[in-house]
């Protein structure tokens, strides 16, 4: 937790003062008082005011914005700036750089520009870090660190090249296991020098899935070891501030996020919903504060980012609708975040994120979204930290490596998109009002009822055994395609998929056939498939949904062994899918989080508290006591 927010909710946003004159500070903080702010992540990309030459600091406007908002009773995470290395850096250490795959030598004028393994990025990364903390260590604003801003550079580079072979010399210590692993014999890419070996650059074809897949999990590694040094310094000059960084979710992002969870004193993360169809920002929202939650093995985790009144949608900025914000932020407090922050506080007077929303936006205080930030930050402040764990019987596994593999080249199909497959499932659950803990796929389980596993496209034999023993033992798995194709270094399962989950689920795959984009497939009795299919073989299973069309006619779609262990080898549309859950919740015996709450009525329960959450625009009954919610309201009640 943030020092000093026993029992508080943490309520502010990302605050760049030094973007305005000094005049504005002082209605800044007023500002943030009227909307009962008590947090505010400070700094984040101010390394040219805080360094402006190297070694020279200048700290004095800070101290006072420091001051300032600690006369107004608001708490500073204070921010590390190396995210964003001054145009200094780049002309004094030009290797520091980041290079493309194509070798491109990018240069300063955006941000991120540097490359985690340059030994001058790290020097002068653990320079300003310990400046702050030793500056700052005894500041009484200071509650919380926030080191860097959404770790995910790459870089292709010289100085990147001898840190991923020495991580591949500690992984594989011998070139011939190496070799093994990379399936090197194929295309003659045998390697006989470990000085031989590069980053994933440019290549005349399709690049080595293996390499590429160990560049990732390079990358996470090298990443989080530019966080840890700066950790290390923080944590020894101020022992009782927690140490945080915000993970960012995208499918550019090679941090793996169960091995950095350990390493913070406090999970972190930004979300952006990117979709404003029907529910599709609620369903988001919850997968990504499920996905934190597991992170931070169930405890408590910080909502570090949010956009306080837009949606991005690709490249179009949608307004949110009127109350969802409030309804979004709560959907993040329900399901363990200890606070709401957004990005920003005040709109930048100019750069490239102008037109991003802020709390206070260019428009001022008068305006429909600061009402809303308002009305929500006292709404935080009523309601305070609720300790009770979030109850789930069901667990959903997740796996950044499968994510990254589902990347790679020479896949069967363009559009394989394991976050939409994971949000797919996880989103039939939201709509049955059933809570879900996200675990990684080497967790235990036996907390748990039911487990569902989308497209654990790299599968190992302990997650398989793991699973057996958890079905033996009684409990429901449903796993669906592209699950069990590949072990850890994307070498194919003998026997085909879902390899070692094919004793406990009782089919093989035959052979894929996958979908063109907008065509589906009849199922029989009912219901539809899209994006994939499969020939199955069944191996102690039955069919309970068969193809009913084109080549698979009369072949089995859906399968289940000794009632317990499902295999869905298509993309189930909703009501299928959710038929399907549904039917799989019952016999498992898991509830909804509360009966009878209907669909866009969002449920969770925390101990005796109920947050409830009504996303429809008609009044809402939930519970067999009939707790009554306006339409776009909530109630966080005991119940
Ligand atoms: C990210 C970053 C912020 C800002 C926002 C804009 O989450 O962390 O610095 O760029 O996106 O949406």
Known sequence: MPRGFDGRLCF??????????????????????????????????????????????????????????????????????????????????????????????????????????????????????????????????????????????????????????????????SLGALNEAWTTTFWSQQYADWEHILPPRATQYLGNPAQLLDYRRFCSDELLACFREQRDV?????????????????????VDPWAWAPEVDLVAIDHYPSSVEGLDAEQETAFAADLA????????????????????????????????????????????????????????????????SAMVPHAGPDSRSFREVAALGLELARIGHVDDPVAADVALVWDAHSWWALQGPGLPAPDLDYWAMSRAVHASAWRLGVTV????????????????????????????????????????????YLSGVADATVRMHR????????????????????????????????????????????????????????????????????????????????????RLLGEVFAAADVAPAAPAAGPGIEVVRRGRRLFAINHTDHVAEVGTARLSIEPGKFVVANY
């Open 12 to 173: 502010g946003g990302d605050y760049n003062p030094e973007q305005w004159p000094e005049h504005v500070w002082a209605d800044d903080v007023e500002l943030m008082r009227r909307c009962a702010v008590n947090l505010v992540t400070v700094g984040v990309f101010a390394w040219s005011r805080l360094e402006p030459a190297p070694g020279r600091f200048t700290f004095g406007w800070l101290d006072r914005v420091l001051d300032l908002l600690h006369e107004g009773g608001i708490a500073v995470a204070l921010a590390t700036p190396t995210a964003s290395p001054p145009p200094w850096f780049s002309f004094a250490h030009p290797d520091a750089l980041p290079v493309t795959r194509d070798g491109v030598r990018l240069v300063h004028g955006s941000r991120d520009t540097y490359c985690p393994s340059a030994p001058a990025y790290r020097t002068a990364a653990r320079r300003i870090a310990t400046a702050l903390a030793e500056r700052y260590a005894g500041h009484p604003a200071l509650a919380l660190w926030h080191v860097h801003n959404e770790y995910g550079t790459v870089c292709h580079c010289d100085h990147a090249a001898a840190a991923f072979r020495d991580w591949l010399r500690r992984r594989y210590r």
């Open 495 to 578: 026997g085909g998929s879902p390899g070692p989950l094919a004793p406990v689920l009782g089919v093989r795959v035959e052979r894929h056939y996958p979908l063109a984009p907008e065509t589906t497939v009849a199922l029989d009795p009912d219901g539809t498939g899209s994006s994939w299919s499969e020939l199955l073989r069944l191996d102690g299973a039955e069919a309970v949904l068969r193809y009913a069309d084109g080549d698979l006619s009369g072949e089995p779609a859906v399968t289940v062994r000794a009632g317990r262990a499902w295999y869905v080898s298509t993309s189930l549309d909703d009501a299928t899918q959710q």
């Open 293 to 356: 939650r597991g992170w931070a093995g169930g405890g408590a985790w910080l909502l570090m980012e949010q956009a306080p009144d837009i949606v991005h949608t690709g490249g179009r900025m949608v307004p949110k609708r009127p109350g969802q914000l409030a309804r979004l932020s709560l959907s993040h407090v329900a399901r363990g975040s200890v606070g709401v922050m957004n990005f920003q506080w005040r709109a930048s007077p100019g750069g490239a994120e102008a037109f991003m």
């Open 437 to 480: 803990d996200v675990v990684a796929p080497d967790a235990p389980l036996s907390a748990y009822r039911v487990v569902l596993v989308p497209a654990l496209f790299l599968t190992s034999a302990s997650t398989a055994s793991m699973l057996e023993s958890f079905v033996e033992s009684g409990g429901h798995v449903v796993v669906w």
């Open 234 to 254: 923080l944590h020894e000059l101020t022992p009782d501030v927690a140490v945080t960084t915000n993970l960012a979710l995208g499918p550019w992002v090679p």
